[in-house]
């Protein structure tokens, strides 16, 4: 009871500004990273689709997911402002591989 009572005391106080609500703030960006990567792995899935043999005859499909996802990725990114260097640098690396197969069409 003591240690909740300094808790509370620390409040009113206002010592604990900035102390406790990292905890919640990180557990939803974990999440929000967590599901990105997800979505990364979907994008992955289909790259790999893309060259295939056994997928050719739906290569426009594969490159328009692709595009989806990718799209659906920066935004996500950009919403959560999940600025992670090696997040921005799989976007950066997508893009480049989405307008070489483009080209190639």
């Known amino acids: 009871m003591k240690d909740l009572a300094n808790h509370r005391k620390d409040h009113r106080e206002g010592g604990c500004k900035g102390k406790h609500h990292r905890g919640a ?3 939803r960006r974990g999440r929000a990273l ?3 990567e997800r979505l990364n792995v ?3 899935t289909l790259r790999q689709q893309l060259e295939s043999t056994e997928f050719q005859e739906i290569k426009q499909v594969i490159l328009g ?3 989806a996802i990718e799209m659906v990725i920066e935004e996500y ?3 959560f402002e999940l ?3 090696e997040g921005n640098e799989q ?5 480049k591989r989405l ?3 483009g080209d190639g069409e």
């Open 77 to 79: 990114t950009k919403h």
């Open 34 to 36: 967590e599901f990105l």
């Open 25 to 27: 703030q990180t557990f």
């Open 83 to 85: 600025h992670e260097r």
């Open 42 to 44: 979907k994008y992955n």
């Open 65 to 67: 997911e692709l595009k």
């Open 99 to 101: 307008a070489d197969d």
């Open 91 to 95: 976007v950066s690396n997508q893009k």
